[in-house]
């Protein structure tokens, strides 16, 4: 199958790795040529660490590397693709765009996909001509690590569509699971609330991040606390997410914490600031 992915960031060059480790030819499309650059150099350098660990032969990850064709043009990147995976930037107004581009320059009977982990399927869908082809597949970070993938239906996706996602999903080695349309599908919609709720812990001086986060592991057997997990993911991205499930849901209980819009405001975005609720060297 000939894949194209949009978008060369953390989940982009994870979603590319996986699909060009399991056979598929990969179109990776970028507008910046630099951040191409620096997905090919992370997807060789985590092909390398499997080959370390005996998870795959040189040879697998030689082949896997050569599979992926890096592009700076959009419509010459998806004009052979049978199946289009969009994970640029958690917005909205880009992700219509993209699509309604992806829609022009794709072949009709391609599947148009989208990694984003809390806006409507079927929103996204309406700006195509081809609602039906219209399918999410949101990937957990990093990609070629974690198993799940959330294969979400929009209001007009097609039978066909979900069996083909759901079967390239396993193929890839993942664990599909169906889910239909609504903010924050399953996996933000449970997590993202009890993150907001650690912050205000935080907020309200109820304990301090470490002590948060030592209950949550210890307590509830999480592998990773609320906060950690927090600067892992990018405190802008899990602001951006609870402000989807507080205006598309209109409930107040998920209102973001106002710790959480601070410091976004303030730049601690987590990791990959260097500064969250913990600093990183």
Known sequence: ?????????????????????????????DLDQSRLDGALATIAKNL???????????DDRDAALARITPATDLAEGVAGADLVVEAAT???????????????AAPAAAILATNTSSISITQIAGATRRPEQ?????????????????????????????????????????????????????SNRVLMPMINEAVTC??????????????????????MGPLTLADFIGLDVCLAIME????????????PSPLLRKMVAAGRLGRKSGRGFYAYG
């Open 90 to 104: 958690e917005n909205a107004d880009l992700k219509a765009q993209i699509f309604r581009q992806m829609d022009d």
């Open 202 to 223: 935080v907020m309200e001086g109820v304990a301090t991040p470490e002590a948060v986060d030592t209950v949550m592991k210890l307590g509830m057997a999480h592998p």
């Open 48 to 58: 390398d660490r499997q080959v370390q660990k005996e998870a795959i032969s040189a």
């Open 244 to 255: 989807v499930l507080h205006r598309e849901l209109g409930d107040s209980k998920y209102r």
């Open 1 to 29: 199958m000939n894949v194209s992915v949009i978008g060369a960031g953390t989940m982009g060059n994870g979603i590319a790795h996986v699909f060009a480790q399991s056979g598929h030819a990969v179109t990776l499309i």
């Open 134 to 186: 219209v399918i999410g597949m949101h990937f957990f970070n990093p990609v070629p690590v974690m198993k799940l993938v959330e294969v979400v239906r929009g209001l007009a996706t097609s039978d066909a569509t979900y069996e083909t996602v759901r079967a390239l999903s396993e193929q890839l080695g993942k664990v599909p699971v169906e889910v239909n349309d609504f903010p924050g599908f399953v």
